[in-house]
Protein backbone atom coordinates (compact mmCIF):
# COMPACT_ATOMS: atom_id res chain seq x y z
CA UNK A 1 0.00 0.00 0.00
CA UNK A 2 1.29 3.20 -0.72
CA UNK A 3 1.82 6.08 1.72
CA UNK A 4 -1.03 8.03 -0.09
CA UNK A 5 -3.26 4.70 0.22
CA UNK A 6 -2.14 4.56 4.18
CA UNK A 7 -2.97 8.07 5.15
CA UNK A 8 -6.61 8.07 3.08
CA UNK A 9 -7.07 4.56 5.09
CA UNK A 10 -6.31 6.63 8.55
CA UNK A 11 -8.64 9.44 7.61
CA UNK A 12 -11.28 6.74 6.82
CA UNK A 13 -11.64 5.97 10.04
CA UNK A 14 -12.30 9.03 10.81
CA UNK A 15 -15.25 9.61 8.81
CA UNK A 16 -16.22 5.90 9.91
CA UNK A 17 -16.72 6.68 13.53
CA UNK A 18 -19.85 6.83 14.88
CA UNK A 19 -18.90 10.06 16.94
CA UNK A 20 -15.72 11.43 17.21
CA UNK A 21 -14.33 11.98 20.63
CA UNK A 22 -10.64 11.68 22.07
CA UNK A 23 -10.18 7.90 21.57
CA UNK A 24 -11.79 8.77 17.83
CA UNK A 25 -8.67 11.26 17.47
CA UNK A 26 -6.63 8.78 19.07
CA UNK A 27 -6.77 6.26 16.92
CA UNK A 28 -6.96 8.10 13.77
CA UNK A 29 -3.41 9.05 14.90
CA UNK A 30 -2.11 5.91 15.73
CA UNK A 31 -2.93 5.16 11.72
CA UNK A 32 -1.40 8.25 10.62
CA UNK A 33 1.89 7.60 12.89
CA UNK A 34 1.75 4.07 11.10
CA UNK A 35 1.40 5.11 7.49
CA UNK A 36 4.26 7.76 8.28
CA UNK A 37 6.83 5.42 10.03
CA UNK A 38 6.40 2.83 7.39
CA UNK A 39 7.45 5.90 4.63
CA UNK A 40 10.56 6.01 6.82
CA UNK A 41 9.48 9.86 7.85
CA UNK A 42 11.32 10.50 10.91
CA UNK A 43 10.15 9.83 14.52
CA UNK A 44 9.81 13.35 15.88
CA UNK A 45 8.01 14.94 12.52
CA UNK A 46 5.67 12.25 13.08
CA UNK A 47 5.72 13.04 17.01
CA UNK A 48 5.30 17.04 16.29
CA UNK A 49 2.41 16.23 13.77
CA UNK A 50 0.40 13.91 16.29
CA UNK A 51 0.58 16.83 18.95
CA UNK A 52 -0.50 19.44 16.33
CA UNK A 53 -3.35 17.00 15.34
CA UNK A 54 -4.13 16.62 19.11
CA UNK A 55 -3.34 20.52 20.16
CA UNK A 56 -5.90 21.17 17.37
CA UNK A 57 -8.26 18.57 17.21
CA UNK A 58 -11.35 20.05 19.85
CA UNK A 59 -10.50 23.69 19.54
CA UNK A 60 -13.08 26.06 18.10
CA UNK A 61 -15.09 25.48 15.31
CA UNK A 62 -14.93 28.23 12.84
CA UNK A 63 -17.88 28.61 10.77
CA UNK A 64 -20.43 25.71 9.82
CA UNK A 65 -18.44 22.32 9.87
CA UNK A 66 -19.42 19.27 11.87
CA UNK A 67 -16.87 18.15 14.49
CA UNK A 68 -15.81 15.86 12.51
CA UNK A 69 -15.05 17.52 9.15
CA UNK A 70 -13.13 20.13 11.46
CA UNK A 71 -10.77 17.00 12.86
CA UNK A 72 -10.68 16.12 8.78
CA UNK A 73 -9.86 19.42 8.13
CA UNK A 74 -7.27 20.15 10.77
CA UNK A 75 -5.46 16.65 10.46
CA UNK A 76 -5.16 17.02 5.89
CA UNK A 77 -3.73 21.04 7.38
CA UNK A 78 -1.47 19.59 9.49
CA UNK A 79 0.01 16.95 6.54
CA UNK A 80 -0.14 19.84 4.01
CA UNK A 81 2.49 21.81 6.84
CA UNK A 82 4.38 18.61 6.90
CA UNK A 83 4.86 18.41 3.28
CA UNK A 84 5.79 22.09 3.14
CA UNK A 85 3.56 25.63 2.10
CA UNK A 86 6.58 28.06 0.89
CA UNK A 87 6.11 29.12 -2.49
CA UNK A 88 8.17 28.68 -5.35
CA UNK A 89 9.99 32.32 -6.12
CA UNK A 90 8.91 34.01 -8.91
CA UNK A 91 11.51 36.08 -9.50
CA UNK A 92 14.46 34.43 -9.01
CA UNK A 93 17.34 36.00 -10.45
CA UNK A 94 20.00 33.50 -10.49
CA UNK A 95 19.50 29.70 -9.62
CA UNK A 96 22.28 27.58 -9.03
CA UNK A 97 21.99 23.82 -9.30
CA UNK A 98 23.78 21.26 -7.62
CA UNK A 99 23.44 17.20 -6.89
CA UNK A 100 24.98 14.07 -6.84
CA UNK A 101 25.81 12.17 -10.35
CA UNK A 102 22.60 11.26 -12.58
CA UNK A 103 20.02 13.14 -10.09
CA UNK A 104 18.35 14.90 -13.44
CA UNK A 105 20.49 18.50 -12.77
CA UNK A 106 20.89 19.04 -16.54
CA UNK A 107 17.37 18.16 -17.17
CA UNK A 108 15.75 20.33 -15.04
CA UNK A 109 18.15 22.94 -16.23
CA UNK A 110 16.11 22.40 -19.58
CA UNK A 111 12.81 22.27 -17.98
CA UNK A 112 13.07 25.17 -15.13
CA UNK A 113 14.26 27.47 -18.42
CA UNK A 114 11.17 26.43 -19.94
CA UNK A 115 8.90 27.31 -17.08
CA UNK A 116 10.19 30.91 -16.15
CA UNK A 117 10.39 31.52 -19.87
CA UNK A 118 6.73 31.04 -20.14
CA UNK A 119 6.24 33.37 -17.27
CA UNK A 120 7.56 35.70 -19.11
CA UNK A 121 11.39 35.59 -17.87
CA UNK A 122 14.39 36.23 -20.32
CA UNK A 123 16.31 33.24 -19.68
CA UNK A 124 20.04 31.84 -19.98
CA UNK A 125 21.50 28.82 -19.29
CA UNK A 126 25.38 28.21 -18.25
CA UNK A 127 26.64 24.86 -18.18
CA UNK A 128 29.09 24.90 -15.73
CA UNK A 129 29.71 20.93 -16.05
CA UNK A 130 33.27 20.66 -17.19
CA UNK A 131 33.46 17.35 -15.88
CA UNK A 132 31.37 14.99 -17.69
CA UNK A 133 31.87 14.57 -21.60
CA UNK A 134 28.48 15.00 -22.89
CA UNK A 135 27.43 17.96 -20.44
CA UNK A 136 27.83 20.47 -22.90
CA UNK A 137 25.87 19.36 -25.83
CA UNK A 138 23.03 17.63 -23.28
CA UNK A 139 22.56 21.07 -22.18
CA UNK A 140 22.85 23.23 -24.92
CA UNK A 141 19.93 21.31 -26.26
CA UNK A 142 17.87 21.47 -23.36
CA UNK A 143 18.56 24.77 -23.27
CA UNK A 144 17.51 25.10 -26.98
CA UNK A 145 14.20 23.23 -26.54
CA UNK A 146 13.20 25.55 -24.04
CA UNK A 147 13.72 28.45 -25.92
CA UNK A 148 16.42 30.01 -23.44
CA UNK A 149 20.09 31.13 -24.28
CA UNK A 150 22.60 29.09 -23.56
CA UNK A 151 26.50 29.82 -22.73
CA UNK A 152 29.04 27.11 -22.24
CA UNK A 153 32.89 26.50 -23.30
CA UNK A 154 33.71 23.03 -24.94
CA UNK A 155 36.36 21.58 -23.47
CA UNK A 156 37.29 24.38 -20.90
CA UNK A 157 38.31 22.77 -17.48
CA UNK A 158 37.78 25.56 -15.21
CA UNK A 159 34.00 25.65 -13.92
CA UNK A 160 34.50 29.13 -12.38
CA UNK A 161 35.83 30.67 -15.29
CA UNK A 162 33.18 29.33 -17.40
CA UNK A 163 30.51 31.13 -15.25
CA UNK A 164 32.52 34.31 -14.87
CA UNK A 165 32.26 34.42 -18.79
CA UNK A 166 28.82 32.99 -18.85
CA UNK A 167 27.73 35.81 -16.76
CA UNK A 168 28.99 38.30 -18.91
CA UNK A 169 27.54 37.27 -21.71
CA UNK A 170 24.06 36.80 -20.10
CA UNK A 171 24.01 39.99 -18.87
CA UNK A 172 20.91 40.81 -21.05
CA UNK A 173 18.56 37.99 -19.01
CA UNK A 174 16.75 38.29 -16.00
CA UNK A 175 17.27 34.97 -14.86
CA UNK A 176 20.18 32.93 -15.03
CA UNK A 177 20.18 29.27 -14.18
CA UNK A 178 23.70 27.68 -14.03
CA UNK A 179 23.87 23.53 -14.41
CA UNK A 180 27.14 22.00 -12.08
CA UNK A 181 28.78 18.54 -12.66
CA UNK A 182 27.49 15.59 -10.37
CA UNK A 183 29.56 13.25 -8.63
CA UNK A 184 28.71 9.92 -6.90
CA UNK A 185 29.60 11.42 -3.51
CA UNK A 186 29.77 14.45 -2.17
CA UNK A 187 33.32 14.28 -1.76
CA UNK A 188 36.23 17.02 -1.20
CA UNK A 189 36.70 17.40 -4.93
CA UNK A 190 32.78 18.16 -5.63
CA UNK A 191 32.43 20.38 -2.38
CA UNK A 192 35.35 22.44 -3.80
CA UNK A 193 34.11 23.10 -6.96
CA UNK A 194 30.57 23.73 -6.25
CA UNK A 195 31.89 26.64 -3.72
CA UNK A 196 33.72 27.84 -5.91
CA UNK A 197 31.41 28.29 -8.78
CA UNK A 198 28.63 29.52 -6.01
CA UNK A 199 31.27 32.21 -5.24
CA UNK A 200 32.08 33.25 -8.54
CA UNK A 201 27.86 33.36 -9.46
CA UNK A 202 26.31 34.56 -6.25
CA UNK A 203 23.25 33.27 -6.68
CA UNK A 204 20.22 33.96 -4.64
CA UNK A 205 18.19 30.06 -4.95
CA UNK A 206 20.31 27.20 -4.71
CA UNK A 207 18.88 24.32 -5.28
CA UNK A 208 19.61 20.75 -4.58
CA UNK A 209 18.08 18.28 -7.03
CA UNK A 210 17.04 14.66 -6.16
CA UNK A 211 15.93 11.78 -7.36
CA UNK A 212 12.52 10.60 -5.48
CA UNK A 213 13.73 6.95 -4.87
CA UNK A 214 16.39 7.96 -2.04
CA UNK A 215 13.43 8.72 0.59
CA UNK A 216 14.16 10.02 3.80
CA UNK A 217 18.21 9.58 2.74
CA UNK A 218 17.02 13.14 1.09
CA UNK A 219 17.40 14.63 4.43
CA UNK A 220 21.43 13.73 4.81
CA UNK A 221 21.87 15.17 1.32
CA UNK A 222 20.31 18.47 1.54
CA UNK A 223 21.86 18.81 4.82
CA UNK A 224 25.38 18.38 3.39
CA UNK A 225 24.76 20.43 0.15
CA UNK A 226 23.46 22.91 2.67
CA UNK A 227 26.96 22.97 4.48
CA UNK A 228 28.59 23.34 1.45
CA UNK A 229 26.70 26.06 -0.52
CA UNK A 230 23.33 26.84 1.89
CA UNK A 231 20.83 25.05 0.14
CA UNK A 232 17.37 26.96 0.04
CA UNK A 233 15.13 25.03 -2.45
CA UNK A 234 14.73 21.75 -3.74
CA UNK A 235 13.67 20.03 -7.20
CA UNK A 236 12.91 16.37 -6.57
CA UNK A 237 13.03 14.45 -9.90
CA UNK A 238 11.50 10.52 -10.86
CA UNK A 239 8.45 11.24 -9.14
CA UNK A 240 6.82 9.24 -12.10
CA UNK A 241 8.51 5.97 -10.72
CA UNK A 242 9.09 6.04 -7.39
CA UNK A 243 6.55 5.81 -4.21
CA UNK A 244 9.37 7.20 -1.85
CA UNK A 245 8.65 10.69 -2.68
CA UNK A 246 6.72 11.70 -0.06
CA UNK A 247 9.41 10.55 2.36
CA UNK A 248 11.88 12.96 0.11
CA UNK A 249 9.82 15.57 0.53
CA UNK A 250 9.36 15.37 4.03
CA UNK A 251 12.71 14.97 4.76
CA UNK A 252 13.87 18.35 2.78
CA UNK A 253 11.31 20.23 4.86
CA UNK A 254 12.83 18.91 7.64
CA UNK A 255 15.96 20.84 6.47
CA UNK A 256 14.33 24.11 5.74
CA UNK A 257 15.20 24.02 2.34
CA UNK A 258 11.68 23.67 0.71
CA UNK A 259 10.53 21.95 -2.42
CA UNK A 260 10.07 24.25 -5.18
CA UNK A 261 9.57 21.93 -8.21
CA UNK A 262 8.55 18.01 -8.72
CA UNK A 263 9.84 16.31 -12.17
CA UNK A 264 7.75 13.31 -13.78
CA UNK A 265 9.21 12.36 -16.66
CA UNK A 266 12.15 13.18 -19.05
CA UNK A 267 9.75 15.17 -21.42
CA UNK A 268 10.38 19.22 -20.83
CA UNK A 269 6.82 19.57 -19.50
CA UNK A 270 7.03 16.58 -16.97
CA UNK A 271 7.33 19.56 -14.58
CA UNK A 272 5.43 20.90 -12.36
CA UNK A 273 5.69 23.47 -9.07
CA UNK A 274 5.25 21.89 -6.02
CA UNK A 275 1.92 22.20 -4.19
CA UNK A 276 1.84 20.44 -0.71
CA UNK A 277 -2.58 20.93 -1.17
CA UNK A 278 -2.03 19.47 -4.51
CA UNK A 279 0.54 16.79 -4.02
CA UNK A 280 -1.56 15.09 -1.04
CA UNK A 281 -5.27 15.44 -1.94
CA UNK A 282 -3.53 13.71 -5.16
CA UNK A 283 -1.97 10.70 -3.47
CA UNK A 284 -4.68 9.98 -0.92
CA UNK A 285 -7.19 10.45 -3.97
CA UNK A 286 -9.17 13.02 -2.38
CA UNK A 287 -11.57 14.47 -4.65
CA UNK A 288 -14.28 14.85 -2.36
CA UNK A 289 -11.93 16.86 0.46
CA UNK A 290 -12.30 19.57 -1.98
CA UNK A 291 -15.76 20.32 -0.72
CA UNK A 292 -15.20 20.57 2.80
CA UNK A 293 -12.26 22.44 2.07
CA UNK A 294 -14.06 25.17 0.18
CA UNK A 295 -16.84 25.41 2.56
CA UNK A 296 -13.79 25.44 5.31
CA UNK A 297 -12.17 28.46 3.19
CA UNK A 298 -16.01 29.99 2.86
CA UNK A 299 -15.88 30.00 7.03
CA UNK A 300 -13.01 31.51 7.00
CA UNK A 301 -14.08 34.58 5.09
CA UNK A 302 -16.94 34.73 7.11
CA UNK A 303 -14.93 34.73 10.67
CA UNK A 304 -12.86 38.07 8.75
CA UNK A 305 -11.54 39.93 11.14
CA UNK A 306 -13.22 43.94 10.96
CA UNK A 307 -10.61 45.06 13.47
CA UNK A 308 -8.11 43.91 11.42
CA UNK A 309 -9.19 45.85 8.36
CA UNK A 310 -9.38 48.98 9.77
CA UNK A 311 -6.23 48.58 11.62
CA UNK A 312 -4.79 50.49 8.90
CA UNK A 313 -2.61 47.04 7.86
CA UNK A 314 -5.51 46.59 5.04
CA UNK A 315 -3.33 44.44 2.39
CA UNK A 316 -4.21 42.92 -1.24
CA UNK A 317 -4.90 39.46 0.97
CA UNK A 318 -7.33 41.19 3.17
CA UNK A 319 -8.79 43.02 -0.20
CA UNK A 320 -9.81 39.74 -1.93
CA UNK A 321 -11.26 38.47 1.24
CA UNK A 322 -13.48 41.27 1.45
CA UNK A 323 -14.31 41.66 -1.97
CA UNK A 324 -15.36 37.33 -1.74
CA UNK A 325 -17.15 38.32 1.27
CA UNK A 326 -18.66 41.83 0.22
CA UNK A 327 -19.85 39.83 -3.17
CA UNK A 328 -21.97 37.47 -0.60
CA UNK A 329 -23.41 39.75 2.22
CA UNK A 330 -22.40 43.41 1.60
CA UNK A 331 -21.41 43.42 5.03
CA UNK A 332 -19.69 46.67 4.24
CA UNK A 333 -21.97 48.31 2.27
CA UNK A 334 -24.83 47.59 4.92
CA UNK A 335 -22.75 49.17 7.39
CA UNK A 336 -22.11 52.70 5.59
CA UNK A 337 -25.64 52.66 4.59
CA UNK A 338 -26.54 51.68 8.48
CA UNK A 339 -24.74 54.29 9.36
CA UNK A 340 -25.56 57.25 7.30
CA UNK A 341 -22.33 57.25 5.74
CA UNK A 342 -21.58 59.06 2.66
CA UNK A 343 -18.81 56.48 1.73
CA UNK A 344 -20.17 54.06 -0.89
CA UNK A 345 -18.64 50.82 -2.14
CA UNK A 346 -17.68 51.52 -5.70
CA UNK A 347 -20.58 49.86 -7.80
CA UNK A 348 -18.09 48.35 -10.02
CA UNK A 349 -16.30 46.55 -7.06
CA UNK A 350 -20.00 45.17 -5.84
CA UNK A 351 -20.86 44.25 -9.23
CA UNK A 352 -17.42 41.85 -10.22
CA UNK A 353 -18.79 38.82 -11.54
CA UNK A 354 -16.95 35.59 -11.15
CA UNK A 355 -14.79 35.71 -14.12
CA UNK A 356 -13.26 38.78 -12.63
CA UNK A 357 -13.04 37.79 -8.84
CA UNK A 358 -10.71 34.82 -10.22
CA UNK A 359 -8.48 36.98 -12.47
CA UNK A 360 -7.98 38.95 -9.23
CA UNK A 361 -7.14 35.55 -7.38
CA UNK A 362 -4.34 34.80 -10.07
CA UNK A 363 -2.88 38.19 -10.00
CA UNK A 364 -2.87 38.40 -6.51
CA UNK A 365 -1.63 34.75 -6.47
CA UNK A 366 1.65 35.80 -8.81
CA UNK A 367 2.53 38.69 -6.69
CA UNK A 368 5.25 37.86 -3.89
CA UNK A 369 4.51 38.09 0.06
CA UNK A 370 5.59 41.50 0.10
CA UNK A 371 4.16 42.82 -2.65
CA UNK A 372 0.41 41.31 -1.01
CA UNK A 373 1.39 42.80 2.07
CA UNK A 374 2.95 46.19 0.40
CA UNK A 375 0.98 47.14 -2.44
CA UNK A 376 2.58 49.80 -2.75
CA UNK A 377 5.75 48.70 -3.82
CA UNK A 378 4.57 47.70 -6.57
CA UNK A 379 5.79 49.72 -9.85
CA UNK A 380 5.50 49.80 -13.47
CA UNK A 381 8.19 46.91 -13.73
CA UNK A 382 6.50 44.63 -10.97
CA UNK A 383 3.09 45.09 -12.94
CA UNK A 384 4.42 43.93 -15.94
CA UNK A 385 6.58 40.49 -14.18
CA UNK A 386 3.03 39.99 -12.44
CA UNK A 387 0.59 40.59 -15.56
CA UNK A 388 3.27 37.79 -17.24
CA UNK A 389 3.19 35.16 -14.51
CA UNK A 390 -1.04 35.78 -14.50
CA UNK A 391 -1.33 35.64 -17.72
CA UNK A 392 -3.25 38.78 -18.17
CA UNK A 393 -3.11 42.75 -19.25
CA UNK A 394 -1.31 44.89 -17.53
CA UNK A 395 -4.32 47.23 -17.46
CA UNK A 396 -5.89 44.29 -15.52
CA UNK A 397 -3.23 44.54 -12.66
CA UNK A 398 -3.51 48.20 -12.53
CA UNK A 399 -7.45 47.93 -12.47
CA UNK A 400 -6.94 45.87 -9.66
CA UNK A 401 -4.59 47.84 -7.65
CA UNK A 402 -6.94 51.16 -8.53
CA UNK A 403 -9.89 49.25 -6.73
CA UNK A 404 -7.76 48.47 -3.81
CA UNK A 405 -6.18 51.64 -3.03
CA UNK A 406 -10.08 52.93 -3.38
CA UNK A 407 -11.08 50.57 -0.50
CA UNK A 408 -8.15 51.30 1.25
CA UNK A 409 -9.22 54.94 1.16
CA UNK A 410 -12.66 54.19 1.85
CA UNK A 411 -11.86 52.40 5.00
CA UNK A 412 -9.58 55.00 6.63
CA UNK A 413 -12.64 57.08 6.11
CA UNK A 414 -14.52 54.78 7.77
CA UNK A 415 -12.37 54.69 10.93
CA UNK A 416 -12.40 58.18 11.36
CA UNK A 417 -16.03 58.52 11.39
CA UNK A 418 -16.67 55.15 12.83
CA UNK A 419 -15.78 56.07 16.52
CA UNK A 420 -17.31 60.23 16.36
CA UNK A 421 -20.72 59.27 14.27
CA UNK A 422 -21.49 55.46 15.10
CA UNK A 423 -21.28 55.89 18.29
CA UNK A 424 -24.13 59.10 18.47
CA UNK A 425 -26.14 57.21 15.83
CA UNK A 426 -26.53 53.52 16.98
CA UNK A 427 -24.61 53.52 20.44
CA UNK A 428 -22.00 50.61 21.57
CA UNK A 429 -24.72 47.71 21.22
CA UNK A 430 -26.52 48.40 17.58
CA UNK A 431 -22.84 48.74 15.91
CA UNK A 432 -21.95 44.92 17.93
CA UNK A 433 -25.31 43.74 16.86
CA UNK A 434 -24.83 44.84 13.33
CA UNK A 435 -21.37 43.08 13.60
CA UNK A 436 -22.57 39.88 14.68
CA UNK A 437 -24.93 39.75 12.22
CA UNK A 438 -22.54 40.07 9.69
CA UNK A 439 -19.79 38.46 10.59
CA UNK A 440 -20.38 36.18 13.55
CA UNK A 441 -20.24 36.75 17.41
CA UNK A 442 -16.33 37.09 17.52
CA UNK A 443 -16.17 40.60 15.87
CA UNK A 444 -19.57 41.62 17.65
CA UNK A 445 -17.47 40.79 21.28
CA UNK A 446 -14.17 42.00 20.04
CA UNK A 447 -15.69 45.65 19.02
CA UNK A 448 -17.62 45.76 22.58
CA UNK A 449 -14.27 45.59 24.31
CA UNK A 450 -12.42 48.12 22.27
N1 LIG B 1 11.75 9.03 -15.45
C1 LIG B 1 12.41 10.17 -15.24
N2 LIG B 1 13.63 10.34 -15.74
C2 LIG B 1 14.27 11.49 -15.50
C3 LIG B 1 13.67 12.54 -14.76
N3 LIG B 1 14.56 13.57 -14.70
C4 LIG B 1 15.66 13.18 -15.39
N4 LIG B 1 15.51 11.93 -15.88
C5 LIG B 1 16.46 11.12 -16.64
O1 LIG B 1 17.54 10.78 -15.78
C6 LIG B 1 18.76 10.73 -16.51
C7 LIG B 1 19.81 11.63 -15.87
O2 LIG B 1 19.39 12.96 -15.98
P1 LIG B 1 20.38 14.22 -16.09
O3 LIG B 1 19.57 15.43 -16.19
O4 LIG B 1 21.41 13.99 -17.13
O5 LIG B 1 21.06 14.13 -14.66
P2 LIG B 1 22.27 15.01 -14.10
O6 LIG B 1 22.04 15.24 -12.66
O7 LIG B 1 22.50 16.20 -14.95
O8 LIG B 1 23.47 13.97 -14.30
P3 LIG B 1 25.06 14.31 -14.20
O9 LIG B 1 25.26 15.57 -14.95
O10 LIG B 1 25.69 13.14 -14.84
O11 LIG B 1 25.37 14.40 -12.78
C8 LIG B 1 18.41 11.13 -17.92
O12 LIG B 1 18.23 9.97 -18.69
C9 LIG B 1 17.08 11.85 -17.79
O13 LIG B 1 16.31 11.77 -18.95
C10 LIG B 1 12.35 12.32 -14.25
O14 LIG B 1 11.75 13.16 -13.56
N5 LIG B 1 11.77 11.13 -14.50
MG1 LIG C 1 24.18 16.91 -15.85
Not at 216 to 234: I, R
Not at 237 to 256: H, L, P, W
Request: hydrophobic share 35%; net charge positive.
Amino acid sequence: MSLGEKLRKAMDKLQGSTSIDKETVKETIKELQRALIAANIEATTVLNLSKIIEERAFGEIKGNLSRREYVTKITYDALVEMLGTKKTPSDPKKILLCGLFGAGKTTAAGKLAHWYKKRGKKVGVICADTYRPAAFEQLQTNTKNAGAEFFGIKNEKNASKVVKEGLKQLKDCNLIICDSAGRSALDEELVTEIKEINDVFDADEKWLVIGADIGNLAKKQALAFNNAVGVNGVIITRMDGSSKGGGAIVACNETGASVYFISTGEKINDFEEFDSNRYLSRIMGYGDLEGLLEKAKEAEIENMDPEAMLSGNFNLKMFYQQLQATKKMGPLNKITEMLGMSVKIPKEMLEAGQEKMDSFKIIIDSMTEQERNEPELINRGRVERIAKGAGVKETDVRELIKQFKQMKKMLKKFKHIQSEKAMKNFGEKGISDLLRQMQGKKAAKKFRLR
